[in-house]
C-alpha cells in the first residue's frame, strides 16, 4: 500500500484530509478496496469477514459511490496524493424527524499508516462535514476494547452503550460492541450585541 524507502520501512508522505465526489471515488475504486482489504486483513470488525472478497469489498465502494452521487453521505479520505491510506463516511439520517442526525461509518486508517494522527485528523473533518450538513448529533458504533473505541472516547465522544455479541469479526468470533454519540454546536453566526 505504501511506498518504501531504501531500508524496506514504509514512507510516510504528507496526508492531506479531504471530501471526494462520486465521480473521483468511482475512479479510484481500487484504492478504497485496498483501504477496506487492510482493516478486513488487520481483524478490524468493519462488517466483513475473512473470506471476503475483494469483489464483495469494491461492491460495497460502488454501493456508496452510489449514495454519494445521491447526496445521502460524504466520503471523506485521508489521501498521500498518489493513494488513499484513509477513510470516513457521514451518512445522512433520511427520516423527516432525524435531518439533524448522521452516522459515521468506515473510519479507517490503513495499517502502513496508522499512529501519525490522522484518525484523530478525520474525526474533526467529520465535525465539519456534518455541521456543514446541519447535522449536530452524530453516531456510531464499534468493536469494545478495540483501538477505535478509545479514539473515539480520547476525542470527545459519549460512550453510551454496549451490545454483547452484536457484531462477528473477520475470523468468526461473536464481539461485543460500543456504541458512541457526539453532540455538535453549530458556529455562532452574526456578531455579539
Known amino acids: 500500500m505504501s511506498s518504501e524507502r531504501a531500508d524496506g520501512q514504509p514512507s ?11 465521480e473521483e471515488a468511482g475512479q ?26 475483494d469483489d464483495d469489498l469494491a461492491a460495497f465502494w460502488r454501493s456508496s459511490v452510489e449514495d454519494l452521487a445521491a447526496g445521502n453521505r460524504v466520503l471523506i479520505v485521508a489521501d498521500t496524493g498518489t493513494q488513499y491510506v484513509g477513510t470516513a463516511m457521514v451518512v445522512f439520517a433520511s ?7 448522521a452516522d459515521v461509518a ?13 484518525a484523530s485528523q478525520l474525526l474533526v473533518a467529520i465535525d465539519e462535514v ?16 478495540s483501538a477505535g473505541e478509545h479514539l473515539y472516547a480520547a476525542n470527545g465522544w459519549i460512550r453510551f452503550g454496549e451490545v454483547p ?4 469479526s473477520p475470523d468468526g468470533t461473536l464481539k461485543p460492541t460500543t456504541f458512541f454519540y457526539r453532540v455538535l454546536e453549530p458556529p455562532l453566526t452574526g456578531s455579539a450585541p
Do not use: P
Request: avoid cysteine; glycine fraction near 6%.
Open 12 to 22: 510516510h508522505d504528507t496526508v492531506r484530509i479531504r471530501s471526494v465526489d462520486a
Open 28 to 53: 479510484r475504486l481500487d484504492e478504497l478496496t485496498t483501504v477496506l482489504r487492510d482493516a478486513v486483513d488487520s481483524g478490524s470488525s468493519i462488517n466483513f469477514l475473512d473470506h471476503a472478497t
Open 95 to 101: 427520516q423527516q424527524n432525524s435531518r439533524h442526525r
Open 106 to 118: 468506515k473510519m479507517i486508517v490503513h495499517r502502513g499508516y496508522q499512529r501519525r494522527g490522522i
Open 130 to 145: 456534518a455541521l456543514a450538513h446541519g447535522r449536530t448529533l452524530l453516531m456510531l458504533d464499534t468493536e469494545t476494547d
Open 165 to 168: 455479541g452484536h457484531a462477528h
